[in-house]
């Protein structure tokens, strides 16, 4: 008998199906929990530097203690170095591409790293090719890394020309390691799938990082500043909200498919750009907004929760960091990189081929007579 799926059925989309064991993350929706390598999302941002939230998710993937910050620290600046050499003859290609667009053919030049692990040479080259192509824009010349700085203040340094204040360097810190990892989303189970055929780490990151472009995964936090933009001030944001609303629109930063109570990212996020204290007519206008979204929300629609997710405050914090909308989504590869070569990894000691089965709902052949 041929098996048909409605358009409803959880197979579509695999909701709720697990396919990995993992001990890097779990997201408990209902109760808004993120648990990051045995630690609560907050716990976990407050304890790490880069290098060392690193350094844990790529020892929990081997099953092994992890490396010390410092000796990760020190591999990541190898790693931005040889990115840098390697990424020279690129350089001329990346006009006319889009951030998004430079960051994935930059990490395809890195492919056969000769000095460094495959999970330190491309996490090493992201801030590498992103600072690079966002110079470029600009008309300005890369700027070669520092090997013996951290690895995200060498970035910030990178594509600014100075050195970033500790306030700017603790916040993006924050923002890269609170993105590390988040379950079996999209782009994690594309690197796990592509680490299970035995192909490269490498090639596991670039696939993933292609996965992420898309608009239903990594795209929304620039809508968010978008939206911002067109309420304003504070005072319109209440009429503003409900007229998107009657016309069936959607606002930006709000729900999630995942969560059915609030983001547990947006607190941590939050807190962390009310310490970069951006203008307080930036700040005054979000909240005004999250407020003002979210009793409409609730009025609107009381039997499904709609809370604030991630993208709500990446968005306000990457623009108080004074980061071009277009690489927001590079920027949260920066981050995710980790999580992504972690999960290859873990995929690739498992060694198991993912092949999983499908239900077939065409047409059944029409038997001989």
């Not at 990115?83 to 003859?89: E, G, I, M, V, Y």
């Not at 067109?230 to 009657?246: D, H, Y």
Request: net charge neutral.
């Amino acid at each position: 008998m041929n098996t048909h799926l409605s358009s409803a059925s959880p197979l579509t989309g695999l909701e709720g199906i697990p396919a990995a064991e993992t001990a890097l993350s779990r997201v408990d929706g209902q109760a808004g929990r993120l648990i990051l390598c045995g630690a609560h999302l907050k716990d976990f941002t407050a304890a790490h530097t880069f290098e060392s939230a690193a350094a844990t998710f790529w020892g929990e993937a081997q099953a092994r203690p992890a490396e010390s910050a410092e000796a990760v620290r020190a591999a990541l600046g190898r790693a931005r170095e040889e990115a840098f050499t390697r990424l020279a003859p690129f350089l001329p290609a990346f006009e006319g591409l889009s951030t998004s667009e430079a960051l994935r053919l930059g990490l395809a030049a890195m492919k056969g790293s000769e000095k460094s692990a495959p999970h330190l040479a491309v996490t090493g080259a992201v801030p590498v090719i992103l600072a690079a192509a966002l110079r470029l824009q600009e008309g300005k010349a890369p700027l070669a890394p520092d090997a013996g700085s951290g690895h995200v203040a060498d970035f910030l340094r990178m594509l600014t020309g100075e050195t970033p204040a500790p306030a700017r360097e603790e916040a993006l810190t924050t923002y890269l390691v609170t993105v590390m990892d988040h379950g079996m989303n999209a782009s994690t189970f594309t690197a796990r799938v592509i680490a299970s055929t035995q192909a490269g780490i490498d090639w596991a990151a670039l696939g993933a990082y292609a996965a992420l472009t898309g608009p239903l995964h990594g795209g929304a936090p620039e809508p968010v500043l978008n939206m911002l933009d067109a309420i304003g001030t504070p005072e319109r944001a209440e009429s503003w909200i409900a007229e998107a609303l009657g016309k069936g629109g959607r606002l930006m930063g709000f729900g999630h498919r995942i969560y059915k109570v609030r983001d547990p990212r947006a607190d941590v996020l939050k807190a962390a750009l009310e310490k970069l204290k951006p203008s307080g007519e930036k700040l005054a206008l979000a909240r005004a907004v999250e407020k003002a979204a979210l009793a409409a929300l609730k009025a609107r629609k009381p039997d499904r929760p709609l809370e604030t997710n991630v993208e709500f405050y990446t968005a306000m914090l990457l623009d108080g960091l004074a980061m071009p909308r277009s690489a927001f989504t590079p920027l949260f590869a920066m981050g995710r990189i980790v999580g992504w070569t972690a999960h290859a990894m873990e995929q690739q000691r498992i060694g198991r081929l993912i092949r999983p089965a499908s239900l077939y709902t065409g047409r059944e052949p029409e038997e001989a007579a």
